[in-house]
């Protein structure tokens, strides 16, 4: 047996005594995702978070996610493997500068993308993620005004497929909007019958040039079920190992970056778990996530809302 599969069988010993799940975002590192016990997007490892009878949740996804996990099931303990898995796009929008600007609009409603701290879920009428979003402000009254926040990107690809004109706040993910359209289309040039598929976080530009736009799950699903051959991906490069598992056939290229020697597009920080420190984090229960229960309460209502609507 090599290390690899050492430490796979301890994980797999220390799940079973614990009655642990591991949870990971289809932007983690392929060795997690494949001894994770469920992979998903935001909108699916929510679902998973609020229905699994264990008491113990690792998380292997950015901070936020696991707060989600944490509001949504506050009776289990919700471990995440490093402290320092941050989210840009979710710092992109501080509690108090955005308290502020939604008192200047006190006849706005709140929609949230998921992508934030509990502080602004806590300010917030209803979440979506980018799976339910256009179905998210679909059921809000047109006459109503909202808000939207954090990511700009996606904001004004809504309001272009909704017709609406909500009020977007200035955040922004630094993996999607560090892709270079430039290098896309130059590599389109060299396969041209590749399709150019984008996540609506990605800059508006390689939105208009995408043959498809869609979240993760909708991406995997648009490759499952197109009749193409050959795709160039403008997501985080995570997405692309569920993409060649399950499509062995097709070729997956990941989009580059603006600056090819930073790696922007993969996410710093959901790369920073790997499976030693899932290890760690279900054998030492470490770093456990704790939120204020007032806080907690607050930003439940707009993520049951959320789960309702796209149940
Ligand atoms: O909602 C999520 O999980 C994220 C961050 C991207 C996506 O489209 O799935």
Redesign the pocket.
Known sequence: MNSHDILVGQINSLRKEKNAVILA???QIPEIQEIADFV????D?SRKSAETNADIIVFAGVNF?AETAKILSPQKRVFIPDLEAGCSLAESCPSEEFRKFREEYPDHMVVS???TTAGIKAMTDITC???NAVQIIESIPKEQKIIFAPDRNLGNYLNSITGRNMLLWNGA?HVHEEFSLEKMLAILKSHPKAKLIA???CQGPVLIAADFV??????LKFVETDGGSEYIVA??SGILHQMRKRNPQKTFIPAPPIDSTCGCNDCRFMKLHDLQKIFDSLNEEKFEINLDMEIMEKARKPMQRMLELSA
């Open positions: 975002h289809y932007y998903g997007d935001s909108l490892l996610m993308y998921v992508n993620t980018s799976t993910c996540h609506p976080e869609g979240s993760t799950s909708a991406l997501t985080e």
